[in-house]
């Protein structure tokens, strides 16, 4: 057996962790192979579902699992940490501004990038997850000044795996034929959705499908997801959230299949015209634990229309928390 490895998760008694942690602990994540350790981050009024969490996770005796502690300081949580979810924002409550929600969140993710740099591991990998995350990402980063810039990513992934899903049921074909698909920018309303150099079992996926649907149905149903799982089920995307998270992390761990790539959002190296330093989604491959954006894309004029957009959007809300880089 190997050595446990330490993964943090903020948010734990969140409904985003509610799916996730059970398959932290079963082995969904580094295999049957691996044990872990989880260390779960509240704040003090969630405290006391947390520990009813923790029961259940005892209850279902999970071979791999070594052991579950709770805190509610960033730093004792993200202490050794070498994998770090970090899931839990305040939600926007009504009447809530987007800019007061930008300005509450970013408060919580510079503690955390501060807590990160002063007790993680140097090599931890951190997935932000918690909304707006792109620049809770940003905010993170610029607080972790000792851990490299790399180690951090928001999640596109959910986004990734919905363009995939629409793809494949439009083309009739399993999930596992798509390749390619890439989403580009800022986890909002915004992100494009790119299907130009998607491949259904390797053929080009614009040559299978019609131009009106890709621009008139795809983009927009990918687009604005969220908001409809919100409309039918009452609450926002938990279980399909956290398989995601889950994917982004193993395509770290695993790296991502030959000539395929995963969309994530990283701070940005100035490809693709994007702002060297916004958060930004990009199709980006994994090898040998080496990460980078895929080069060379051609990018057409409506593709570059919905990067700009993005860039004005994550500068915009660069602008209302500038104060916290
Ligand atoms: P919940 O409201 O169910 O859970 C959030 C948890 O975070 C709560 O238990 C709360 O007590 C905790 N929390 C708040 N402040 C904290 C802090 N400072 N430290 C530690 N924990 C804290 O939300 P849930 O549905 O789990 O969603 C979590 C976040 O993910 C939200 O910001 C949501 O908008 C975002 N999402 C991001 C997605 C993405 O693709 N990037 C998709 C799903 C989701 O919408």
């Not at 932290?24 to 260390?39: H, I, M, R, Y």
């Not at 009813?52 to 209850?59: P, Q, T």
Request: charged fraction near 20%; charge should be negative.
């Amino acid at each position: 057996m190997k050595t446990p490895v330490n993964i943090a998760v903020t948010g734990a008694a969140g409904q985003i962790s509610y799916s996730l942690l059970f398959r932290l602990a079963a082995g969904d994540f580094l295999g049957p192979d691996q044990p872990v350790n989880l260390s779960l981050l509240e704040i003090p009024p969630a405290m006391k579902t947390l520990s009813g969490i923790v029961m259940e996770l005892s209850d279902c005796g999970f071979p791999l699992l070594r052991a579950v502690t709770t805190a509610t300081e960033p730093e004792t949580a993200f202490g050794d940490a070498d994998y770090a979810f970090l899931i839990g924002a305040k939600p926007r409550k009504e009447g809530m501004l987007r800019s007061d929600l930008l300005l509450q969140n970013a408060e919580i993710f510079s503690s955390q990038g501060r807590a990160l740099n002063a007790a993680a591991k140097r090599e931890v990998k951190v997935l932000v997850t918690g909304n707006p995350a792109n620049t809770n990402a940003l905010i993170a980063i610029h607080n972790a000044p000792d851990l490299p810039a790399s180690n951090f990513a928001a999640m596109t992934m959910l986004d990734h795996t919905r363009a995939v899903s629409q793809l494949a049921a439009k083309c009739a074909v399993s999930s596992a034929a798509i390749t390619n698909v890439a989403v580009w920018g800022n986890h909002s309303c915004a992100q494009y959705p790119d299907l130009h150099h998607a491949k259904v079992n390797g053929a080009p996926a614009l040559s299978l499908v019609d131009k009106a649907w890709y621009e008139e149905e795809f983009i927009p149903t990918v687009q604005y997801r969220g908001g409809e799982v919100i409309k039918a089920r009452g609450s926002s995307s938990a279980g399909s959230a956290a398989n995601a998270a889950l994917q982004h992390m193993r395509a770290l761990v695993l790296g991502t299949p030959a000539g395929d790539w995963a969309s994530m959002a990283l701070l940005s190296d100035g490809s693709y015209g994007v702002d060297a330093d916004l958060v930004f989604s990009f199709p980006v491959q994994v090898t040998n634990g080496k990460i980078g954006v895929a080069q060379g894309l051609e990018i057409n004029e409506f593709g570059h229309e919905f990067l700009l957009r993005n860039q004005r959007e994550l500068r915009e809300e660069r602008e209302a928390i500038k104060h916290l880089l």
